[in-house]
């Protein structure tokens, strides 16, 4: 038996089956009749055709992340500067899932950030032209339909150093790589595998990491000043560095932006603790991170020679972030010394609760949300300069 497609059955067979071989003459109404019909399958096969577009329209935009950046997404790694929630669902001290954390924040939910409010990274992908927060890749709430424009790996804590990520239990670097493995599985199962490679490939790769290598770890703990001269300690993190940079190369990543040490001797935290420096800012501690960033840029500057087809960009906060400390009028604050949160001077985590009645009810003024960690202010003032003078080529 033979089956007729709707395109073999068409009108200028019927116009051939009643032509001279099938009927001699049309009549006037006839020939009405078929031009009538000649429009309808017109009609019928532009509205099939429309609707196989749209259907087809539909289908990629479920299937492949739509956006007008010119980067796909932004992958994070590093530690409470830019980690979105992953502590939450791991076994460690250090969280900030609870208020007044997030309380300027969409809903004013406390989704693990360390702020007030959004940080860098959440800034940046919206600068980019994605999505305006990025999202943990353990939050459950999320899945692959999330990660495929933007995912976080970051881990509050965290070091280069796989010592710095044991003094709380949360997770080392390395973790945050596996992770990032299993992200592209799921990414390639969801995308297919060409799509999922051009979105590895064409993703902006953020790393923000080291702060706590210093303050939680090398002047922490005695072993590593017997070990280490300052100088030793930041040869050994820059090498760290660069190997996990070549690591997420070989996995694909391309465009990468590693962001330089604040001057982390101004935190609160360590102004309030270090009693014999009359609560200034440490310069210890800040000519350690100027020096580990020249050297980071210098390992930059290497690395993009010695990678083919990476685009690998250092970018150093630290000079505004110290213009922020020692003018905060310039940028609209009036508060520098203390934090917002609690009395400001040691308040963080687990101490930086929503019973404490020192808590300043506009962070906005403020440079720093805790002891350690800045406003989303501050974070917004930080992201969009690290957009304009240092991500320009990716937008």
């Not at 495929?148 to 990520?165: E, M, Q």
């Not at 997420?248 to 014999?276: D, H, N, V, W």
């Not at 400001?344 to 009645?357: A, I, V």
Request: aromatic share 12%; hydrophobic share 35%; glycine share 6%.
């Amino acid at each position: 038996m033979r089956c007729y497609t709707p395109e073999a059955f068409s009108v200028a067979k019927i116009k051939h089956r009643l032509s001279n071989k099938g009927t001699k003459l049309f009549s006037a109404k006839r020939r009405q009749r078929l031009s009538e019909f000649e429009k309808l399958n017109v009609k019928s096969m532009l509205r099939n055709r429309v609707l196989a577009f749209l259907l087809l329209a539909t289908q990629l935009l479920v299937e492949i992340p739509g956006t007008s950046a010119k980067v796909a997404a932004l992958i994070v790694f590093g530690d409470s500067t830019v980690d979105s929630g992953n502590n939450n669902q791991i076994s460690t001290v250090l969280k900030s899932n609870f208020q007044p954390y997030g309380r300027d924040y969409f809903d004013g939910k406390a989704t693990g950030r360390f702020s007030n409010g959004r940080i860098a990274p959440d800034f940046i992908s919206e600068g980019l032209g994605l999505k305006n927060a990025v999202p943990a890749y353990l939050d459950p709430s999320y899945d692959i339909k999330d990660f495929a424009t933007g995912v976080c790996f970051a881990s509050a804590g965290t070091g280069l150093d796989n010592a710095t990520s044991d003094v709380l239990s949360v997770m080392p670097l390395w973790k945050e790589v596996e992770y990032y493995k299993e992200y592209q599985t799921k990414l390639r199962g969801y995308l297919g595998k060409d799509k999922a490679n051009e979105v590895i490939r064409e993703s902006l790769y953020l790393i923000s990491i080291g702060t706590n290598d210093f303050l939680e770890n090398y002047y922490l703990l005695p072993r590593k000043l017997r070990k280490y001269s300052v100088d030793e300690y930041q040869n050994f993190l820059i090498g760290l560095a660069g190997e996990f940079l070549t690591d997420i190369y070989r996995l694909g990543a391309r465009k990468m932006s590693f962001s330089g040490l604040s001057p982390f001797g101004c935190l609160p935290l360590e102004r309030t603790t270090q009693i014999f420096y009359g609560s200034k800012c440490i310069e210890e501690y800040n000519i350690a991170a100027r020096d580990f960033n020249t050297k980071m840029q210098d390992k930059v500057f290497k690395l993009n020679k010695e990678l083919s087809g990476v685009q690998l960009v250092f970018s150093n906060p630290y000079d505004l972030v110290s213009d922020i400390i020692h003018h905060p009028e310039a940028f609209g604050f009036n508060n520098v010394r203390s934090a917002c949160c609690g009395t400001g001077y040691y308040e963080m985590s687990y101490l930086c609760d929503k019973m404490n009645p020192f808590t300043c009810t506009d962070a906005s003024t403020y440079v720093f949300w805790d002891s350690f960690h800045p406003t989303e202010k501050t974070n917004e003032i930080v992201a969009n300069h690290i957009l304009k003078y240092d991500l320009a080529r990716f937008q």
